[in-house]
């Protein structure tokens, strides 16, 4: 089994007194609160055209003292979300580009809000582009699990992403190369494909 990179560890020193945490919102609630904002206020931003909204988001989790590896999220976060809003802005495609968008949010590593972002759409969709959907938010949920290490999980709903890709490859469009990510996830590969690259 391939063990995924992990970018963030827990450090003790011999007396196990003191831990260096990592920002993980399957176990603390701080986190979790502040990745769901900011991907919440991700597609505000998206919708309005600017990083106001995320900015607003982060404004209330770094006036508190919290540990750097939170603030290191928080910041990381924001210099992905412009970059993704300058794309946006750049390609001068519409905000409810679904699919589009989900790339550009996949190859900036932002996996859950990859997740977030389709979610809003499985909603209203039907059928077997519903399906398709489903496929994509269930790929981006493995790789939320394995940046934090949790290979058990990643390996299950993993498996059912992969199960939906092949079944629904065709629904969806050239644009996202589906055959890559199929072959990432046979092997529960750490790094990430980018699902903007040409298809071969």
């Excluded at 003790?12 to 986190?31: A, G, K, Q, V, W």
């Excluded at 946006?88 to 790339?103: D, G, H, P, T, Y």
């Excluded at 077997?128 to 390996?155: N, P």
Aim: net charge neutral; charged share 20%.
């Amino acid at each position: 089994m391939i063990i995924a990179i992990i970018r963030y560890k827990r450090v003790m020193t011999e007396s196990n007194t003191h831990r260096i945490m990592e920002f993980d919102p399957f176990t603390s609630r701080l986190c979790r609160d502040i990745r769901n904002d900011l991907s919440k206020s991700l597609l505000e931003s998206i919708q309005a055209g600017n990083i106001e909204p995320s900015l607003a988001a982060a404004e209330i989790y770094q006036s508190e003292d919290h540990q750097p590896f939170i603030r290191n999220y928080i910041n990381s976060r924001i210099i992905r979300y412009q970059a993704i809003l300058n794309q946006v802005q750049s390609a001068n495609f519409r905000e409810n580009n679904l699919f589009m968008i989900a790339i550009l949010l996949w190859d900036q590593e932002l996996f859950f809000e990859v997740h977030e972002w389709l979610e809003e759409q499985w909603h209203t969709a039907a059928g077997v582009e519903k399906k398709a959907i489903q496929a994509l938010i269930r790929a981006a949920g493995t790789y939320v699990h394995i940046e934090l290490g949790r290979i058990d999980s990643a390996q299950k709903i993993g498996s059912k992403a992969l199960a939906g890709l092949i079944t629904y490859k065709a629904i969806i469009p050239n644009i996202i190369n589906v055959r890559l990510l199929i072959e990432k996830l046979q092997t529960l590969d750490p790094i990430p494909p980018k699902l903007g690259a040409t298809r071969t």
